[in-house]
């Protein structure tokens, strides 16, 4: 069974950066498929980022495209989302996911493990 666990949100000014991390432990998921996916208050949640099993295909939301970067290190069985130029829209909380099929999904339904979020503010 693979454990999620999400680091690096916080409160940060408007046009500031964060880095989130997530860590997984309980199995490898060099084979898996991660993701990012965010909840915004009062929303449903929704995808962010993904990256396939090797590192060699993402995807981002158009949203966040050119201000995310997604990126994985297989050794270290750990995946980081780094976030530049943050908006007061960015604010959410954060989930870590992984996908047992190893490709760049973008649908939640697509990922089988969950980690339990990480919040981010971006004020204004």
């Known amino acids: 069974q693979v454990h999620l666990v999400e680091s690096g949100g916080g409160l940060v000014q408007a046009g500031g950066s964060l880095r989130l991390s997530c860590a997984a432990s309980?199995?490898?998921?060099?084979?898996?498929?991660m993701a990012w996916f965010r909840q915004p208050p009062g929303k449903e949640r929704e995808f962010v980022a993904s990256?396939?099993?090797?590192?060699?295909?993402?995807n981002y939301a158009d949203s966040v495209k050119g201000r995310f970067t997604i990126s994985r290190d297989n050794t270290k069985n750990t995946v980081s989302l780094q976030m530049n130029s943050l908006k007061p829209e960015d604010t959410a909380v954060y989930y870590c996911?992984?996908?047992?099929?190893?490709?760049?999904?973008?649908?939640?339904?697509?990922?089988?493990?969950w980690g339990q979020g990480t919040q981010v503010t971006v004020s204004s």
């Open positions: 990256i396939n099993w090797s590192g060699g295909s993402t």
């Open positions: 996911a992984a996908a047992l099929w190893g490709g760049s999904y973008t649908l939640t339904t697509s990922y089988t493990n």
């Open positions: 309980g199995r490898t998921v060099n084979n898996y498929g």
